[in-house]
């Protein structure tokens, strides 16, 4: 049997463990990729957007694929776009089953299996899920009882139970790859995977939010390869795709400081390329920032999202206190180990006064980089409460998110408004952040007390984009902007080619 992926703007690492999974249980697989050029959380312009969308010739290319099934992995911001693809299916070919899965449908089965477009949707890990359905086909059986799967039958909803998680991650096999490496093969060149699965953290915020609800009592939610076969991947990985980079998108990286220093070892001998990651400044003590700085990795990101110890603890569920955040800074700055800090805007209980405390820690903390976001509501997440309690959002608004169709994104970009904060208040300090590891402390000092931030000036987008663009290729992180034009304008020359094929035969 065989089943057809269909991603949406990025590299997807959940098709590509679901893909080799599949293939290995004997079943075929296969990728559609929609770039989804300038309508996304960057580039947003509707007019342009208009022209480069080929929802139609991708949902021809599905069906010409002759899929048993069809895919779609599922994030809340691109909900909408994957009901609009599934829609131009259905309009070839009713009879083939979607499936939509990932952490949208995860967190809302209840509202996406209502879709007309949706016939079948999974709640959490997919794995053993499909490969019992993908059987259920070759046998001509097409069972609806399989676990973590939610069916249409005969007009009604049946909705299975969720199955245990799967305990030894070492028996899955490595991501495949080449799915993404044949559409566009510059997408390798930062290789990304993870070394676990799970978080040990239950921020409000977060996605991990619900899914540590739906997982409880069903297993042991952190889950990590061994070192060894973590590093087996990566071996082949380097052979085969020769990436500049690599990218492990673990939810917390380093937990277990045993594990890091058998996979520090062996990445040293191994591999040797650069590499970033996510962690928590709990876990970063000296021998841990050592450890990552000589053994080649060039950036470490902290989710630190605000300044005020009241707001991480009261709304987000943060318990980390400053001083803890403080120590791992200077941890990391003794190691000599670049580090990131996230910050999220628009926090409920948040305004000006916490913005001020913000620019003041970030300063003392000298951070190599301070990435600024606006807050995006996940569906069913606890921050949702705190949002109405403050009235920053009304329970009306919660069936619009719950359908990501709230405009609410991780970055403000071109052509991009924000549904909780239109007029985008803290451009300015946006702005600051962004300068702030550059500026020298008595410079910062002096535009906190002088209030430079309250200036009536607010920077527009594209002038906050190339001073970035110019400051990461200071740091030597100009290719991630570069990177990204390169695929834009790779993936515009597909479908100028295909849509000028297409004239041929009006």
């Given amino acids: 049997m065989k089943i057809v992926f269909v991603t949406i703007g990025v590299e997807n690492l959940a098709v590509e463990f679901l893909s080799s999974f599949i293939k290995k249980h004997h079943h075929q697989t296969d990728l559609v990729f929609d770039p989804r ?235 040797k390329l650069p590499y970033t990651m996510l962690t928590h400044p709990r876990f970063i003590t000296k021998e841990v920032a050592n450890l990552l700085a000589k053994s080649n990795c060039f950036l470490l990101a902290f989710g630190i999202q605000s300044a005020s110890e009241k707001t991480r603890t009261q709304i987000l569920k943060r318990f980390e206190t400053n001083k803890q955040i403080t120590i791992a800074a200077k941890n990391c700055h003794s190691a000599k ?25 970030y300063s003392e903390l000298r951070p190599s980089i301070i990435n600024s976001y606006w807050l995006q509501y996940f569906p069913r997440t606890e921050i949702i409460n705190s949002a109405i309690k403050y009235g920053i959002i009304k329970k009306n608004m919660i069936p619009k998110i719950e359908k990501g169709i709230t405009s609410s994104s991780f970055v403000v970009g071109f052509g991009a408004k924000d549904t909780f904060n239109p007029d985008l208040v803290y451009t300015n300090f946006q702005f600051f952040f962004m300068l702030l590891p550059f500026l020298p402390k008595s410079l910062v000092d002096k535009i906190i007390k002088k209030k430079y ?39 515009m020359g597909k479908i100028l080619v295909l849509k000028i094929k297409h004239l041929k035969y009006v």
């Fill in 37 to 271: 050029l300038f309508d996304n959380e960057v580039f947003h312009f509707k007019k342009i957007s208009k022209f480069f969308d080929i929802k139609k010739e991708l949902a021809q290319e599905i069906i010409s694929k002759k899929p048993d099934l069809i895919g779609f992995p599922v994030f809340t911001l691109n909900y909408q776009r994957s009901l609009e693809l599934a829609k131009e299916i259905k309009k070839i070919n009713k009879n083939i089953p979607i499936l939509f899965g990932g952490i949208h449908p995860t967190s809302v089965p209840d509202i996406v299996i209502k879709e007309k477009n949706v016939d079948i949707v999974c709640v959490g890990e997919g794995e053993d899920a499909l490969v019992e359905l993908l059987d259920s086909y070759k046998e001509n059986k097409k069972r609806t009882d399989i676990k973590n799967l939610w069916f249409k039958e005969n007009k009604k909803i049946v909705k299975n139970p969720v199955r245990l998680l799967i305990k030894d991650l070492d028996k899955l096999p490595f991501p495949d790859k080449d799915l993404f490496y044949k559409i566009y093969p510059k997408f390798l060149q930062d290789y990304y995977t993870v070394s676990s699965r799970g978080c040990p953290f239950n921020c409000t915020y977060c996605a991990n939010n619900v899914l540590q609800t739906i997982y409880r009592g069903l297993g042991k939610s952190i889950r990590q390869r061994s070192p060894q076969n973590l590093i087996d991947e990566l071996i082949i990985a380097k052979e085969k795709y020769h990436p500049k980079q690599i990218t492990f998108a673990d939810d917390v990286f380093v937990q277990d400081l045993e594990w890091l220093k058998e996979f520090t070892t062996l990445y040293k001998k191994k591999i």
């Fill in 453 to 491: 931030y309250n200036l009536p000036f607010k920077p527009p987008i594209v002038l906050n984009v190339s001073i970035k663009f110019i400051l990461n290729l200071c740091q030597k992180r100009g290719y991630v902007y570069i990177d990204m034009i390169k695929s834009i304008f790779h993936f």
């Fill in 337 to 361: 180990l670049r580090f990131s800090v996230d910050h999220i805007f628009n926090i409920p209980s948040e305004g000006l006064a916490e913005q001020e405390e913000a620019l003041k820690f």
